[in-house]
C-alpha cells in the first residue's frame, strides 16, 4: 500500500484538543454575552421600573397631601361653626385645632370679603389686607391649590428655621349660613413635608442606589431636588415627557454629562385648579443602577475563564486519550513509511499495532493490520517475482544483446545487399538500356512500369510517356488486343499459370507509334513478387529475319532457272487444288510435260544455251495457261501444270494440244535458234476422286511416257 511522506500538517491530538478546547471557549464566551447582555439589560428594566414606581409613589403622596389640604379647606369652609363664627376668636380655635391634626400647615387663616384677614393661627396677620394675594383672589370662587411660592409676609412672621419657609397654598371660598359670600378661607402648608416625603420615600433605598427626586415646577424650576439643584432650571428629556402627562423611565444624560436611570411622572390635573401639576423626576446614575448587574458579570466572566479552562484541559485530556490509538496506528504507519523511504523496492515493514480501546479504532485498526498483512504478503511475493523477473530481465538483457548484435549484422548484411541491390540496379538499369532488344514491364493490370531505350527507339514511345499507361494494349493489332486483355485477367489471377505460360517465346506483329506493323519475337516471363507480381517482355525485331525467312522460303519453293515453283513447291500446291477441285465441284488436269531429246540439245549447242531454253520453255508454257493454274519445274528437262476449273475431260486435251501447239514456235536462243517438242500426259482429277498426289503424278508420268513413245515412234516411222 503506498503510503505518502509525513507532512508537517498538525496532528490529530493537536486539532481535536484545539478544536473541543475552542468550542468550549468559544461556547462559555456566548454564553458570557448572552447572560451579560440579557443581565444587564434585566438589571437596567428593573432599576427603570423601581425608579418609575418611585415616581409614582411621589406623586402619589404630593397629590394626597393637596388632596388632603384642599379636603380641609373644603371641609372647614363648610363647618356650620366658622360659617356662623362672628368673632375671629372662634374661628382660630377651630384653626389652630386643624393646625394640630398637620403640623405642616403653617398658617390656617379666613378673611373677610374685602381681603383682610378676619381670624388665623396665633393671629399671625389678622387685620393685614391680603386682597392682593393669588390664592384670596383665586379663593373666592372655588377651591383653589397654589403653588409652591416663597412666604413673604408670613416668612417674616413665622419662627425661623434651617429651611427658608416656602408654602403651598389651598383656599376656598366661606359662606355665611344664607349662603352668602363672606370670605376665603386658606391654609399655607409648609414645604418640609414635601422634604420628608422625600426622604421617606427613599430611605429604604437611598443609601443603596443614590437615588435623586427631583420635583419640577411646571416652568423648569426645581422646587425639591438634592442640594444645589433647587430653584435652578432643569431641561431633559423626562421632564419634557412628565410635563405632557406621560409616566415611565428612560436612560439618558444630565447636564453633568452622567449617564442616569430617570422615572418621570405628573401630579395633578391641568383642568383641576384643586390640583397642583408638577413633574417628578426620580434618577439614579446608571452606574450604579447597573452595579449589581456588572458585579454579577465579572463573577460569569471569572467563572466562565475557569470552567473553559478547566473545559478545555479536559477536552485536551479526554482528547489525547481518544488519540492515543490513532497516534499509536499513525506512528506505526509513519515507521513503515520509513522503512519504505530506505528501502522503496521491498521494504521489510514493522506491523501495525492492535487496539481495542472503542469500536471504530478497532475496526480500523484490525482493517489496517489485515491490509498491511495482504500488503506484506503482496510485497513477499512481489520480492519472489523481483528476483524471477531481474533473472528474467538478465536473460532477456542478454539475448536483446544477441538480438542486436544479430540485427546489427543484419542490418550492414542489408545496407551491403542494399547496396548490392542498387548497384545490381544500376547494372541491370545500363544493361536494359543497352541491350539489344526491348524491354516492357508490366503489371497485373498492363500497367507499364519499365520501358528501356531499345524499346523507346523500337516502338516510338519514350520511357516518361508509357511509365504508368497501359499502353501495352495499344501496341497490340485489335484483334490481338481483346485476347491480350483476356490474358492479362486470367494470368493475374492465377500467378502459377501464368509462370507456366510465361517463359517461352511467342512471335507478334505489333505497332508502333507511327501506326506501322512491326514483327518482334517476344520472351515472356513472369516475375513474382511481394509487391505486386511483374510481366516482363523482351520484344527482338524480326523484321530483317522475317524478310530473309521469307525469301529463302520462297528460294525454297521456286526453281531458280525458271523462276517457275519448284517441285516442293509443286507438292505443296496440289493437294490444295485437289481440295479447291472437291469444293468447287469442278475437276482439275495435271500435266505432266517433258521436252524430248533435250540432252542433245545440250550437247549441241551447250548447257548454258540449254539453260536458256528451259527458261524460254518455261515462260511459253506460263504464258499459254491462265493466271490461276500452276506451272511448276519438277526436275531437269520435267514440268508440271495443274490446270483448274475444268468444264470437262475434253478441255483438258484441249488445253493440252494447245500447250504443244505454242511449244512448237521456234526458240531463238543466244548463238542458235531452234524448234522442239515436248511430251505431255495428262491425268484428271474429279471431285469424288481420292485425294491422291502421288497417284495422280504417277498416272500423269505414264501418261507422258506414253505419248512421248508414241513421238518416238512416229519420228521412227518417218
Ligand atoms: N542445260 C541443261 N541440261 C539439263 C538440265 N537438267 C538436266 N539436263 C539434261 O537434260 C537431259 C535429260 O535427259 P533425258 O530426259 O534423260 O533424255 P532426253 O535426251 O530428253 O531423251 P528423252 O527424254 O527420252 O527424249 C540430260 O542430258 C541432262 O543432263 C539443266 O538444268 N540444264
Redesign the pocket.
Known amino acids: 500500500m503506498p503510503l505518502q511522506s509525513p507532512s508537517a500538517r498538525p496532528r490529530l491530538t493537536t486539532l481535536v484538543t484545539v478544536g473541543v478546547s475552542a468550542t468550549v471557549l468559544l461556547t462559555v464566551l456566548s454564553l458570557l454575552i448572552l447572560v451579560d447582555h440579557f443581565a444587564i439589560a434585566y438589571a437596567r428594566n428593573e432599576a427603570q421600573q423601581r425608579l418609575q414606581q418611585l415616581s409614582w409613589q411621589m406623586r402619589d403622596s404630593l397629590n394626597n397631601v393637596v388632596r388632603k389640604a384642599t379636603g380641609d379647606v373644603q371641609l372647614l369652609t363648610e363647618l356650620p361653626q366658622v360659617r356662623a363664627a362672628t368673632s375671629p376668636a372662634e374661628v382660630r380655635q377651630i384653626l389652630e385645632s386643624l393646625q394640630k391634626t398637620f403640623p405642616d400647615y403653617a398658617w390656617i387663616g379666613l378673611t373677610d370679603a374685602d381681603g383682610k384677614v378676619f381670624a388665623a393661627t396665633q393671629g399671625v396677620l389678622e387685620g393685614v389686607d391680603v386682597s392682593a394675594r393669588d390664592w384670596f383672589k383665586d379663593g373666592r370662587d372655588k377651591i383653589y391649590a397654589g403653588d409652591f411660592h416663597p412666604a413673604t409676609l408670613l416668612g417674616k412672621k413665622l419662627p425661623v428655621s434651617s429651611d427658608p419657609w416656602r408654602f403651598v397654598d389651598a383656599a376656598g371660598p366661606l359662606l355665611d349660613p344664607a349662603g352668602n359670600y363672606r370670605g376665603v378661607l386658606c391654609v399655607h402648608m409648609s414645604w418640609g413635608w414635601a422634604r420628608r416625603m422625600v426622604h421617606t420615600i427613599l430611605a429604604p433605598a437611598d443609601h443603596q442606589y443614590s437615588a435623586d427626586i427631583f420635583v419640577v415646577r411646571g416652568d423648569g424650576t426645581v422646587m425639591l431636588g438634592p442640594p444645589g439643584t433647587e430653584e435652578t432650571k432643569l431641561s431633559s428629556d423626562s421632564l419634557k415627557l412628565a410635563q405632557g402627562g406621560a409616566s415611565g423611565s428612560l436612560k439618558e444624560t444630565w447636564a453633568d454629562d452622567r449617564s442616569y436611570l430617570t422615572g418621570y411622572a405628573r401630579s395633578g390635573d391641568p383642568d383641576d385648579p384643586a390640583t397642583l401639576t408638577w413633574s417628578i423626576l426620580v434618577r439614579q446614575p446608571e452606574v450604579l443602577a447597573l452595579a449589581g448587574a456588572r458585579a454579577l458579570e465579572r463573577q460569569i466572566l471569572m467563572l466562565g475563564a475557569i470552567l473553559g479552562v478547566a473545559l478545555a484541559l479536559a477536552a485536551a485530556v479526554v482528547a489525547r486519550r481518544m488519540t492515543r490509538p490513532l497516534n499509536a496506528l499513525s506512528h506505526a504507519i509513519e515507521q513503515r513509511q520509513a522503512a519504505s523511504a530506505d528501502n522503496p523496492v521491498l521494504p521489510v515493514l514493522p506491523p501495525i499495532p492492535g487496539s481495542d480501546n472503542y469500536h471504530e479504532v478497532q475496526v480500523l485498526s484490525r482493517a489496517l493490520a489485515a491490509l498491511l498483512r495482504d500488503e506484506q504478503h503482496h510485497l513477499d511475493a512481489l520480492r519472489g517475482l523481483n528476483e524471477k523477473l531481474e533473472s528474467t530481465v538478465a536473460e532477456r538483457t542478454r539475448e536483446i544483446a544477441r538480438k542486436a548484435l544479430q540485427l546489427e549484422r543484419a542490418l550492414a548484411q542489408e545496407q551491403s545487399t542494399q547496396q548490392l541491390l542498387q548497384e545490381r540496379a544500376a547494372e541491370l538499369r545500363a544493361i536494359l538500356d543497352n541491350a539489344h532488344d526491348a524491354f516492357i514491364a508490366l503489371d497485373p493490370g498492363g500497367v507499364v512500369r519499365e520501358w528501356n531505350l531499345q524499346a523507346e527507339r523500337l516502338l516510338g514511345w519514350k520511357r516518361n510517356e508509357v511509365i504508368g499507361q497501359p499502353m501495352a494494349a495499344m501496341m497490340l493489332p485489335p484483334l490481338l488486343r481483346r485476347a491480350y486483355e483476356r490474358d492479362m485477367r486470367l494470368l493475374a489471377d492465377r500467378a502459377s499459370a501464368a509462370a507456366a505460360v510465361m517463359s517461352r517465346r511467342i512471335e507478334l506483329t505489333l505497332h508502333n507509334r507511327a501506326g506501322q506493323e512491326l514483327p518482334v519475337e517476344v520472351s515472356l516471363a513472369y516475375v513474382p513478387r511481394s509487391s505486386g507480381h511483374l510481366f516482363i517482355a523482351f520484344l527482338h525485331d524480326i523484321s530483317e529475319r522475317k524478310s530473309l525467312f521469307a525469301s529463302m522460303e520462297e528460294m525454297a519453293l521456286k526453281d531458280t ?1 525458271t523462276g517457275l515453283p519448284n517441285r516442293r513447291a509443286l507438292m505443296q500446291a496440289l493437294p490444295d487444288a485437289l481440295q479447291r477441285a472437291n469444293r468447287t465441284r469442278q475437276s482439275c488436269a495435271v500435266f505432266f510435260l ?10 549441241r549447242h ?6 536458256e ?2 527458261r524460254q520453255f518455261a515462260q511459253r508454257v506460263r504464258a499459254a495457261v491462265r493466271k490461276t493454274d500452276t506451272v511448276g519445274r519438277l ?4 514440268f508440271i501444270v495443274i490446270i483448274e476449273m475444268l468444264h470437262n475431260d475434253e478441255a483438258a486435251q484441249e488445253a493440252a494440244d494447245n500447250l504443244l501447239q505454242i511449244l512448237r514456235e521456234p526458240f531463238v536462243l543466244k548463238t542458235t535458234s531452234m524448234t522442239l517438242s515436248a ?1 505431255i500426259g495428262i491425268a484428271i482429277h474429279h471431285p469424288d476422286d481420292p485425294q491422291d498426289t502421288e497417284a495422280l503424278l504417277s498416272r500423269a508420268d505414264r501418261a507422258m511416257y506414253r505419248h ?1 513413245q508414241q513421238s ?1 515412234l512416229q519420228r521412227a516411222r518417218r
Open positions: 532457272l517433258d521436252l524430248d531429246r533435250f540432252k542433245q540439245i545440250n550437247d551447250g548447257h548454258d544455251e540449254g539453260d531454253l528451259l526436275a531437269g528437262d520435267e511430251s512421248k518416238a
